[in-house]
């Protein structure tokens, strides 16, 4: 007979339960609760995520199956899926979101000597966006198209250990960019990013902010060279030039120079233009940057294994800037492969 721990509850001892406790206390959490507390709804949720249960009632027949093993887990209280349900409307999402940002800030100190394959000290960020389709008859509140609801997740992701430092969840309408007007930069980072986030106004503020960025130019990048600096063409770089854009908007919205950097693939033959505030890195550098921006997309293949957000069983609106699946993104590491460039 086996006395030891279970798998389960050998990862959640791990967990700062001094944290989470203060986090309750800061926003009520359990203020008129009688029996199911905060802690049971997050390891409900949490075992949930790691063993992909389907449904409320897929969690609590799982659950009650092993129900004289639920003590042994953390779980004090019966589980029932009305109030796992009510639990999950009622109770402040800022708990959890919290929680989420410690657990994060852990899991990133673990890696900070972590390498990711470009020799560079500073913090590298990926950033992008995936959308989740919904339906429309349980979330009419995420406007996304007539027939079709959607939200969409935009994700800041440290590509030291590929964990997610930022999340934040709109509908699926908002475009890209305007996620950055909601991001605090951080002095001395790279911020790499598609061209769906160029705008030379939000740019130019990540440029007074001490931050870096390193995106593709898109097909009707105007701009005038100012200065070109020696490359070694059999590399790849085909040039690395300091430009000034042409346009009246533009260049009133970015008023200093830029760096454009044009680089053939040696395995396709396909030219990319890059550009950057950088002036620093050798292009090389530059490109291979942008290369390791295919991390997030990788981050964004693993997500199905999470929850199905019907689960949850909201229907009407809610904050949904940390959804339950934060706690668990900080645990998990995933693995970095070899990718091409991402077009």
Same mark, same amino acid.
């Given at each position: 007979?086996?006395?030891?721990?279970?798998?389960?509850?050998?990862?959640?001892? &791990?967990?700062?339960?001094?944290?989470?406790?203060?986090?309750?206390?800061?926003?009520?959490?359990?203020?008129?609760?009688?029996?199911? %507390?905060?802690?049971?709804?997050? =390891?409900?949720?949490?075992?949930?995520?790691?063993?992909? /249960?389907?449904?409320? /009632?897929?969690?609590?027949?799982?659950?009650?199956?092993?129900?004289?093993?639920?003590? &042994?887990?953390?779980?004090?209280?019966?589980?029932? /899926?009305?109030?796992?349900?009510?639990?999950?409307?009622?109770?402040?999402?800022?708990?959890?979101?919290?929680?989420?940002?410690?657990?994060?800030?852990?899991?990133?100190?673990?890696?900070?000597?972590?390498?990711?394959?470009?020799?560079?000290?500073?913090?590298?960020?990926?950033?992008?966006?995936?959308?989740?389709?919904?339906? =429309?008859?349980?979330?009419?509140?995420?406007?996304?198209?007539?027939?079709?609801?959607?939200?969409?997740?935009?994700?800041?992701?440290?590509?030291?250990?590929?964990?997610?430092?930022?999340?934040?969840?709109?509908?699926?309408?908002? &475009?890209?960019?305007?996620?950055?007007?909601?991001?605090?930069?951080?002095?001395?980072?790279?911020?790499?990013?598609?061209?769906?986030?160029?705008?030379?106004?939000?740019?130019?503020? =990540?440029?007074?902010?001490?931050?870096?960025?390193?995106?593709?130019?898109?097909?009707?990048?105007?701009?005038?060279?100012?200065?070109?600096?020696?490359?070694?063409?059999?590399?790849?770089?085909?040039?690395?030039?300091?430009?000034?854009?042409?346009?009246?908007?533009?260049?009133?919205?970015?008023?200093?120079?830029? /760096?454009?950097?044009?680089?053939?693939?040696?395995?396709?033959?396909?030219?990319?233009?890059?550009?950057?505030?950088?002036?620093?890195?050798?292009?090389?550098?530059?490109?291979?940057?942008?290369?390791?921006?295919? %991390?997030?997309?990788?981050?964004?293949?693993?997500?199905?294994?999470?929850?199905? %957000?019907?689960?949850?069983?909201?229907?009407?609106?809610?904050?949904?800037?940390?959804?339950?699946?934060?706690?668990?993104?900080?645990?998990?590491?995933?693995?970095?492969?070899?990718?091409?460039?991402?077009?």
């Amino acid at each position: 007979m086996n006395r030891g721990k279970s798998i389960f509850a050998q990862i959640t001892e &791990h967990l700062p339960l001094t944290t989470f406790r203060r986090c309750v206390a800061r926003y009520g959490g359990e203020h008129k609760v009688k029996k199911f %507390s905060c802690l049971d709804q997050y =390891l409900c949720m949490a075992f949930a995520q790691l063993t992909y /249960r389907e449904s409320l /009632r897929d969690i609590e027949v799982c659950l009650r199956a092993q129900a004289n093993k639920l003590y &042994h887990m953390g779980i004090k209280s019966g589980i029932s /899926r009305s109030t796992l349900a009510d639990a999950n409307e009622v109770r402040d999402w800022r708990i959890y979101a919290d929680f989420a940002g410690s657990l994060i800030g852990i899991a990133r100190r673990l890696y900070t000597e972590e390498p990711f394959g470009v020799d560079l000290k500073e913090t590298v960020y990926a950033l992008d966006s995936t959308t989740i389709d919904l339906c =429309l008859s349980v979330f009419p509140w995420a406007h996304f198209r007539s027939t079709k609801a959607a939200v969409k997740m935009h994700t800041l992701l440290d590509l030291r250990g590929a964990i997610p430092s930022f999340i934040h969840i709109s509908d699926g309408k908002l &475009h890209d960019v305007n996620v950055l007007d909601v991001l605090i930069p951080e002095p001395g980072a790279f911020y790499v990013m598609d061209r769906g986030y160029i705008d030379f106004c939000r740019l130019y503020t =990540l440029h007074q902010a001490g931050a870096f960025f390193v995106t593709r130019a898109k097909s009707n990048f105007d701009s005038r060279r100012v200065s070109s600096a020696p490359t070694d063409r059999s590399t790849g770089v085909i040039c690395d030039q300091t430009v000034t854009l042409n346009g009246f908007y533009a260049s009133k919205e970015y008023g200093e120079h830029l /760096r454009r950097i044009r680089f053939k693939v040696p395995d396709t033959g396909k030219t990319l233009v890059f550009v950057t505030n950088n002036t620093a890195l050798p292009a090389l550098t530059i490109c291979a940057l942008y290369k390791k921006r295919w %991390s997030v997309e990788l981050f964004f293949d693993v997500l199905p294994w999470g929850t199905p %957000s019907y689960v949850i069983e909201k229907t009407r609106p809610v904050d949904l800037d940390h959804p339950f699946a934060d706690l668990i993104f900080a645990a998990k590491r995933q693995e970095n492969c070899q990718r091409r460039f991402c077009v």
